[in-house]
C-alpha cells in the first residue's frame, strides 16, 4: 500500500477540480486523461513516457471522495476489464487551515499485491 498527504493552498472545490477535471489532471498526473465522474464511469490515462492506464470508478462523493480501481491495459490494444484489476486508488479531500489536504491511497489487488 502506498499512502501520502499533501496540503494544497486550494479550496476544496479548487482541489476537487484538480483531481477530476480531464484538462487539470493533464496538467500534472498525465499526458492524457479521460474521466467519466460517476460510479461506474471509465477511465483511461496516457503517463508520462507512454504507459497507458484504464480504469472504473468506484465511489465519486463530489469535494470529498474519489475512488477508482486501474490497471494497464493487455496488449495489443484489448482493453478488457482484467479478472483482477491492478490496484484501488482513493483520494480523500479535508479543508484544512490554509487550504486542503488530499491524502491518496493506492492498495494493489490480485497477483501485483502479493509481488509488493
Do not use: K, N, Y
Not at 21 to 42: K, N, T, V
Request: some cysteine; overall charge negative; hydrophobic content about 45%.
Amino acid at each position: 500500500m502506498v499512502a501520502r498527504d499533501i496540503t494544497l493552498p486550494l479550496d476544496r472545490d479548487e482541489a476537487w477540480a484538480c483531481l477530476t477535471e480531464p484538462e487539470q489532471l493533464e496538467d500534472w498526473f498525465a499526458e492524457r486523461a479521460e474521466l467519466e465522474l460517476r460510479e461506474g464511469g471509465s477511465a483511461a490515462f496516457t503517463l508520462a513516457g507512454g504507459g497507458r492506464r484504464r480504469g472504473v470508478v468506484e465511489e465519486v462523493v463530489p469535494g470529498e471522495r474519489l475512488a477508482f480501481w486501474w490497471w494497464e491495459p493487455a496488449p495489443e490494444g484489448d482493453d478488457a476489464v482484467p479478472d483482477a484489476p491492478g490496484s484501488r486508488v482513493e483520494f480523500v479531500l479535508d479543508a484544512v487551515p490554509g487550504g486542503t489536504r488530499i491524502t491518496v491511497r493506492e492498495a494493489a489487488t490480485g497477483p501485483l499485491a502479493l509481488a509488493g
